[in-house]
Each structure stands twice: as structure tokens, then as C-alpha cells.
């Protein structure tokens, strides 16, 4: 009884299952067919990885719902970062761009900050006028982002190629570090930089809901679900590297178009839960999902690539282009001046969503 429950829950993750078992099946149909054919599953795997990931979110936030912030929203941005990791470990396993790491990272920072942030502010703002959140939480991501992405992404244009290997040493034990550091900081004494006091009608508002959506969840349900959403989107994204890569041969289109697209799946559930919050009035939820997803892609993904290039002595580019370096120091700059106040508004959201737009033209010209 219950696994038939289990199973008439989880229908999407039955779909991507028999999705993936047909990939194994045809993929080298399907590769001989040529480019059409394969850019039409890799798009169709694409559509599956976000349907299994949805679910993976959905009881990462089950969880988050259970413990409360700040560890719900860690359990959040820890789960979509797994997804973006696995992925690009087996796209880098493959024939793919060796900037397509510093590019997935980039494009994650635009999409979390400029993308789902900016869009949650604009809509949110319209709709309530100023958001208050706590601006402790804002102050600490951000300096820690600026940090990570300096150390991991700007100096190493300054590494000389025969020195790459002891920096990228050092860059796992800097990113380790600054973890350790924020973890302690997000789970102990400095908890309450990451929190917010609603008034007691929006927590009993919000705690119904929250029951109302998870109520039928158990801890032990949702972690094992998890696990084999992770399993599958690994399996999916192996399948779709092979039929994008075979699709994108040879076309013209960017290099950061793949990067673009493991961004924006591991990103997919975020920017459904961001928008719920900023909608009910909790923008303290978003600013901890937009600005905790951005700084766990960069400081989590950087040290276990980092790990694989030392291992199989491959070493990928991680130097941002000065185009990027830019975009992300415009960006970090307007975040700060924005997020400096403990309130959004919706001038503040636009300013975002447009440095997003910018982002996305800018890619499209191949910059």
C-alpha cells in the first residue's frame, strides 16, 4: 500500500525512468540518425532531467519545510548543487569545452543572482511593495561570493600553466575552508543572520501551508527519493552530453550554450520556490536560495572539479573572460548596494533582471 503510493506520487520519476532505460536502449540509433535527431533527445532528456529534479526539490523541501531555516534552505541549495555537479563531472568525462565548468559557474551566478533573485524582487515588489528580509544574510553572501569567485575564477588568469596544479591544491583547501567556516557560522551562533521574524499572522499563515504541501511526506520517504533523483538525473545527463554534443557539432552555436543549460536545470526548482516565497511576502527565503545557491555552485563545484583535474591531470580553463569578469563584478556591486538595507523593492529587482538580459544577449553573441 504504501509503495503504491510511493509510486503514484512519484510518476515523474517513473517517467524518467523508463525515459532513461530508452536512451540505453537507442542511443546509438539515435546518434546515427545525425544532428536533428539527436538535438530532439537531447531536448526531450533535458525536459526529464528538470521533471526528476522538480521532485528532488520538492522533498528537499519537504525537509526544509521539517527543520526550519537556515538548514532548510542549506538542504536546498546542497541538493541543486549535487544535480549541477554530477552533471558536469559526466559532461567533463566527455568531448566537451574546457571552459564549460568557469562557464557553468557564471552562468549559475547570473541565473541565482541576476535571474531568480531579480525576477522574485520585480514580481514580489509589485505585489507587496518593499520586502523586508535580514540584511546580515545579504552582507555575508555576498562578501563570501566575491571571495570565492576571486580566488577560483579571476586570479588564476594570472597562473602560469606549469604552476596550474599547486594552485588548484590550494583552491580546494581555500574553498573547503571558507565552507567549514560558513557552515559553522549558518548552523551556530551566527544562525540568526539567515533568518527573519515574520509577524505571527504570516508564520501561521506560512505553517499552514507548509503542512498543507508536506504533510504527507515522511524524512525517511523524502531522503531515499532523493537518492534515486540524483541516481537517475546522473544517468539522464550522461545520455543527454552524448546527444548534445552530437547535435551541437559543427552548428556555430556558443560554447556556453551546454553551460547555460546545466545551470538552468539544476536552477529549475529554485526559481519555482524563490518566486512562491517573494509572492507570499518571505523574502528572506529568496535571498537565501538565490544568494546560498550562488555561493554553494561556486564553492562546492570549484573544489571537486578542481579534484577531478588533479586526479586525471586535465586541467580545464577557470579564468573568467574579461567579459564575464565584468558582468560578475557589476553585478556583485549593484547586489550590495541594493541589498543593503534589509528591504526589496521592485526598481531593485529590475535592475537585476536586466543585468539577466544582458547576461543572456551577451551569450548569444558569443561573448
Given amino acids: 500500500m504504501i509503495l503504491a503510493k510511493w509510486f503514484k506520487q512519484e510518476r515523474n520519476l517513473l517517467v524518467a525512468l523508463i525515459i532513461a532505460v530508452g536512451a540505453y536502449v537507442g542511443e546509438h540509433s539515435i546518434l546515427e540518425m545525425g544532428q536533428g535527431a539527436s538535438m530532439i533527445a537531447a531536448a526531450a532528456l533535458i525536459a526529464t532531467i528538470v521533471l526528476a529534479s522538480m521532485r528532488v526539490a520538492h522533498h528537499a523541501e519537504t525537509l526544509a519545510v521539517k527543520v526550519g531555516d537556515p538548514y ?57 511593495g518593499e520586502q523586508p528580509y535580514n540584511d546580515d544574510s545579504s552582507r555575508t553572501y555576498g562578501v563570501m561570493i566575491l571571495t570565492a569567485m576571486g580566488i577560483s575564477m579571476i586570479v588564476p588568469e594570472f597562473i602560469p600553466d606549469a604552476k596550474w596544479h599547486y594552485y588548484s591544491a590550494f583552491t580546494i583547501v581555500a574553498m573547503i575552508a571558507l565552507y567549514a567556516l560558513f557552515l559553522r557560522m549558518q548552523v551556530g551562533k551566527h544562525s540568526y543572520f539567515f533568518s527573519y521574524s515574520y509577524p505571527r499572522t504570516e508564520k501561521k499563515i506560512a505553517a499552514t501551508e507548509a503542512e498543507e504541501h508536506h504533510e504527507e511526506d515522511s524524512t525517511a520517504t523524502s531522503i531515499v527519493t532523493i537518492l534515486i533523483g540524483v541516481v537517475l538525473i546522473g544517468t539522464l545527463a550522461e545520455f543527454m552530453s552524448a546527444f548534445m554534443n552530437t547535435g551541437l557539432n559543427g552548428t556555430g552555436a556558443p560554447p556556453a550554450i551546454a553551460a547555460i543549460v546545466v545551470a538552468a536545470i539544476s536552477a529549475a526548482p529554485e526559481i519555482l520556490t524563490a ?19 550562488s555561493l554553494s555552485t561556486v564553492i562546492l563545484t570549484v573544489p571537486v572539479m578542481e579534484a577531478i583535474a588533479l586526479y586525471t591531470g586535465q586541467p580545464f580553463i577557470m579564468a573568467m573572460s574579461p567579459v564575464q569578469t565584468v558582468m560578475v563584478m557589476i553585478t556583485l556591486i549593484v547586489a550590495a548596494i541594493n541589498l543593503n538595507d534589509g528591504e526589496t523593492n521592485a526598481i531593485e529587482g529590475m535592475t537585476h533582471f536586466i543585468l539577466f538580459a544582458t547576461f543572456i544577449m551577451l551569450t548569444a553573441l558569443g561573448l
Avoid: C, W
Fill in 72 to 128: 532548510g534552505t542549506m538542504i536546498l541549495t546542497l541538493s541543486a548543487v549535487a544535480v549541477e555537479v554530477i552533471i558536469l563531472a559526466i559532461m567533463m568525462s566527455g568531448e566537451s569545452s574546457p571552459t564549460l565548468v568557469r562557464d557553468t559557474i557564471y552562468a549559475a551566478v547570473m541565473l541565482d543572482i541576476n535571474g531568480i533573485l531579480g525576477l522574485a524582487a520585480l514580481l514580489g515588489g509589485l505585489k507587496h
Fill in 275 to 293: 518566486l512562491r516565497a517573494a509572492l507570499r511576502n518571505r523574502m528572506q527565503a529568496t535571498v537565501n536560495i538565490a544568494l546560498g545557491a
